[in-house]
């Protein structure tokens, strides 16, 4: 079995180290990953420039891109390797609710989705490096039971691991994605020249007082896992489309 790695942190990030560690135990791996920090992203390509793809120290492979031009960097020039599973990951801090239209990490894997292959992105809901054992635990859990019986169809996971100890994890739950209280998120400062520059600050508190969704199943302690499609259709909206074309006159 084969496995290839990608993230949006960086190939030099502790979650991809940890990530592949974990997966060598189970399948011949290769990691391909972004130079440096690509956090949200999303599934940008990179059109205005060439790309590369190095070898660093560590063993790690990496590209001067995206996560997703990893993804098509590493499978049309690795041809030596034809992953059955990719992994992304894990992401330093959450991926839920309405933050995957935003990450690298799922970006990554929804790629591989669309090339059909199975893939799991994994996020670890916390910044502080104190739950990396946690991390571990899960992502071995998960691999264990996914590299046992390779799914038949392609998948699009998005598993989040809860910032708590091993023992405090309370299990599994199949989730929703949830959704936040959207804020005001500009934070103006200024330059040493006194021009006025822009931040993107905070996305907004996590709604967790719904039931069933990642949010809510996340803070009370269970590593939650979604599956995700990409039909975007709204499809009680086609009848008022229709209706309203109904009336437009060419």
Same mark, same amino acid.
């Not at 894990?90 to 929804?110: K, R």
């Given at each position: 079995m084969k496995i290839l790695i990608c993230n949006d942190d960086g190939y030099l990030s502790q979650g991809i180290a940890v990530l592949a @560690?974990?997966?060598s135990q189970f399948a011949e791996v290769r990691v391909v990953a972004p130079e440096s920090d690509q956090s949200g992203v999303s599934n940008s390509f990179t059109l205005n420039r060439p790309l590369s793809i190095k070898k +660093? /120290? /560590?063993g790690f492979s990496y590209v001067n891109g995206t996560p997703t031009d990893c993804i098509h960097v590493a499978l049309h020039t690795m041809t030596d390797f034809k992953p059955d599973l990719v992994i992304t990951g894990i992401n330093h801090g959450a991926n839920m609710g309405d933050d995957v239209l935003y990450s690298g990490t799922v970006a990554a894997a929804t790629e591989a989705f669309l090339m059909g292959i199975p893939a799991l992105a994994f996020s670890l809901c916390d910044r502080s490096g104190k739950y990396w054992a946690t +991390?571990? @635990?899960v992502v071995n859990a998960v691999l264990q039971k996914i590299c046992a019986q390779l799914p038949t169809e392609p998948i699009l996971? /998005?598993?989040n691991i809860p910032p708590v100890a091993v023992e405090d994890i309370q299990g599994f739950h199949a989730a929703r994605l949830g959704r936040r209280h959207h804020e005001h998120c500009i934070v103006p400062s200024e330059n040493p020249r006194g021009e006025i520059m822009y931040w993107i600050g905070g996305v907004g508190n +996590?709604?967790?007082s @719904?039931?069933?969704t990642d949010f809510a199943d996340s803070h +009370?302690?269970?590593?939650t896992i979604t599956p995700i499609t990409l039909d975007l259709t709204d499809y009680q909206q086609m009848g008022i489309v229709s209706s309203f074309?109904?009336?437009v006159h060419w």
């Amino acid at each position: 079995m084969k496995i290839l790695i990608c993230n949006d942190d960086g190939y030099l990030s502790q979650g991809i180290a940890v990530l592949a @560690k974990i997966a060598s135990q189970f399948a011949e791996v290769r990691v391909v990953a972004p130079e440096s920090d690509q956090s949200g992203v999303s599934n940008s390509f990179t059109l205005n420039r060439p790309l590369s793809i190095k070898k +660093a /120290n /560590n063993g790690f492979s990496y590209v001067n891109g995206t996560p997703t031009d990893c993804i098509h960097v590493a499978l049309h020039t690795m041809t030596d390797f034809k992953p059955d599973l990719v992994i992304t990951g894990i992401n330093h801090g959450a991926n839920m609710g309405d933050d995957v239209l935003y990450s690298g990490t799922v970006a990554a894997a929804t790629e591989a989705f669309l090339m059909g292959i199975p893939a799991l992105a994994f996020s670890l809901c916390d910044r502080s490096g104190k739950y990396w054992a946690t +991390a571990e @635990k899960v992502v071995n859990a998960v691999l264990q039971k996914i590299c046992a019986q390779l799914p038949t169809e392609p998948i699009l996971w /998005n598993i989040n691991i809860p910032p708590v100890a091993v023992e405090d994890i309370q299990g599994f739950h199949a989730a929703r994605l949830g959704r936040r209280h959207h804020e005001h998120c500009i934070v103006p400062s200024e330059n040493p020249r006194g021009e006025i520059m822009y931040w993107i600050g905070g996305v907004g508190n +996590a709604d967790t007082s @719904k039931e069933g969704t990642d949010f809510a199943d996340s803070h +009370a302690g269970f590593v939650t896992i979604t599956p995700i499609t990409l039909d975007l259709t709204d499809y009680q909206q086609m009848g008022i489309v229709s209706s309203f074309l109904q009336k437009v006159h060419w």
